[in-house]
């Protein structure tokens, strides 16, 4: 998996989006988290991407997340 955020915190994938936002005058906060974790695609996010993606890597990590869209809501 690749980032939309490189190392320094500039983004890859959606900048003409956040600057089309920022130009609108609002505020824009890029959370891309740490460099570290993105490169072992160890943060929240990848894991939930990897699991919806139908990963087998360690499916006892991923008990919690559910790939149906339709599930209710609590």
């Given at each position: 998996m690749k980032s939309a955020v490189e190392d320094d915190g500039?983004?890859?994938v959606h900048?003409?989006?956040?600057?089309?936002?920022?130009?609108?005058?609002?505020?824009?906060?890029?959370s891309v988290g740490e460099p570290e974790e993105?490169?072992?695609c160890s943060n929240c996010g990848?894991?939930?991407?990897?699991?919806?993606?139908g990963s087998k890597g360690k499916p006892e990590i991923y008990s919690s997340v559910k790939s149906n869209t339709n599930s209710q809501k609590s």
């Open positions: 500039t983004l890859a900048s003409s989006l956040v600057e089309g936002t920022r130009k609108s005058c609002f505020n824009v906060i890029v993105n490169k072992i990848l894991f939930i991407r990897r699991h919806l993606h």
